[in-house]
């Protein structure tokens, strides 16, 4: 860094420690080479703080066109094949594609060009100098974080155009969340996309919708007051967040976990949960949380929540008015002290018994 950044090289090594997952970079010889050429052409261009996005960008388009007077594929189609791999790792969980799946991509994006020489193909990914092969043939990025941008790039692109199909396979992690908020995914498009759940079933929308409440929460959206009725979320965190004031109605929220959540005056009547989790509730604000009528709560969270501040009436189903019947029974008989309830009695609290009010 000395010989190349001569006095400004103090700056940059700081900037190196600060960056996330450089300074893990910079620790392979070759690529501390490339970090060292980048640093200064980013701040040339821009006179603004340093993002991470900014920094891959550079880093990878510098290599993508560097070779490109030799390459078979153009820039333009490399970048594209990148993010392709990038996305095909990302959404199989592997960290590794065979070379004889990188063809089907290309031909996939290219249908009219004519059949890929592996030859070609092989030559122009070895020029990419963060992607590596090994013995077998196979694939991989140099570093997870490169995949991650990638990724990112790829699912921002086809967000602000709303395309939200690819942001259905796989929950977003923090790193390619945070690369796409560098990178400036629209956040009327992800509203966009969390709206686009409503009313479809969890296995035709699966991580849309929480991959939008993701997004929104990276780039510090404010929550509070907004609408969020009869949409679909699977696996959606809440925690520390500010839920005051929000429209959850008739909404189906699958493995939700709420925690240390301001939930006052929200509405969730009619919901649908499955698997929920409240925790700290000491810490959580539930005044008048509205709950009327929600389902997949046990008896006993319902009636903490109620304790906390909550309001409303657990939703009762039909298979289970038996045993409210009983229920009623019993504690009618307790209360007078007679061993027998009249008809009249019944029907007057029918409604009552199964949960559901008249008129």
């Not at 703080?49 to 993508?64: A, G, I, P, Q, R």
């Not at 997004?215 to 929550?223: E, T």
């Not at 929920?276 to 009327?292: A, D, G, M, P």
Request: proline share 2%; glycine share 2%; charged share 30%.
């Amino acid at each position: 860094m000395k010989k190349t950044l001569f006095d400004d090289w103090k700056n940059y090594y700081e900037l190196i420690n600060k960056t996330y997952n450089l300074r893990e970079l910079a620790e392979k010889p070759i690529l501390l080479d490339l970090i060292v050429q980048t640093l200064p052409q980013i701040q040339l261009k821009k006179q603004e703080k340093l993002n991470v996005s900014s920094l891959y960008e550079t880093y990878t388009n510098f290599w993508l066109k560097r070779d490109d007077w030799r390459s078979y594929l153009n820039f333009s189609e490399r970048s594209y094949i990148t993010g392709e791999i990038a996305f095909y790792l990302f959404r199989n969980n592997k960290t590794k594609i065979s070379y004889k799946d990188i063809p089907k991509i290309i031909e996939k994006k290219f249908p009219k060009k004519e059949k890929f020489e592996s030859y070609y193909l092989d030559q122009d990914v070895r020029t990419c100098t963060f992607l590596n092969r090994d013995d077998k043939g196979d694939y991989s990025f140099v570093h997870k974080s490169f995949m991650e941008f990638f990724v990112a790039k790829k699912l921002c692109r086809e967000i602000n155009n709303n395309n939200f199909e690819n942001c259905k396979p796989q929950l977003l992690t923090f790193e390619i969340a945070r690369f796409m908020r560098d990178i400036k995914v629209n956040k009327n498009k992800i509203r966009k996309m969390i709206e686009s759940t409503k009313r479809r079933p969890i296995e035709n929308v699966k991580y849309l919708g929480t991959n939008g409440v993701i997004l929104l929460k990276i780039l510090k959206d404010v929550f509070e007051g907004k609408t969020f009725s009869e949409i679909t979320l699977m696996n959606t965190d809440f925690s520390d967040m500010n839920l005051t004031n929000c429209d959850f109605q008739r909404s189906v929220l699958k493995n939700t976990i709420f925690s240390n959540t301001l939930l006052k005056n929200a509405d969730f009547s009619f919901v649908e949960f499955d698997n929920v989790t409240f925790k700290n509730l000491n810490k959580s604000n539930l005044k008048n949380l509205n709950l009327n009528q929600v389902r997949g709560i046990n008896k006993e969270l319902f009636n903490k929540l109620i304790d906390k501040g909550a309001k409303g009436e657990l939703y009762i189903r039909e298979e289970d008015y038996p045993e409210k019947i009983l229920d009623f029974f019993q504690n009618e008989i307790q209360q007078s002290k007679i061993p027998w309830i009249s008809w009249k009695t019944i029907m007057n609290n029918a409604d009552s018994i199964i949960g559901k009010k008249k008129g």
